[in-house]
Nanobody, 115 residues
């Protein structure tokens, strides 16, 4: 089993920044791709950003230029730096990681962008 624990969510004003972290632990053979999804109330789950073990990244069009995903392979941790936040970024953010052919999920962290 692999456990993913997120941190860093909270309340921020429009235009502000937050940094999410997600640390993987447990029976890790190797963590391949890691990334973030989000789900806003009444909306479907949306892929936000993904990063491979080699560092290649992919972003949703809605966050390009504002969000940056990175990872520390030695710590099995993925980060999401979120800048210029907008009210429409409000959602529960879930990290994921692929290991041994299985995708594992974190419990989610709430991000609220509001004045």
């Amino acid at each position: 089993q692999v456990q993913l624990v997120e941190s860093g969510g909270g309340l921020v004003q429009p235009g502000g920044s937050l940094r999410l972290s997600c640390a993987a632990s447990g029976s890790i053979f190797s963590i391949n791709a890691m990334g973030w999804y989000r789900r806003a109330p009444g909306n479907q789950r949306e892929s936000v950003a993904t990063i491979t073990s080699g560092g290649s990244t992919n972003y949703a069009d809605s966050v390009k230029g504002r969000f940056t995903i990175s990872r520390d392979n030695a710590k099995n941790t993925v980060y999401l730096q979120m800048n210029s936040l907008k009210p429409e970024d409000t959602a529960v953010y879930y990290c994921f990681g692929w290991s041994g052919g299985t995708r594992y999920w974190g419990q989610g962290t709430q991000v609220t962008v509001s004045s």
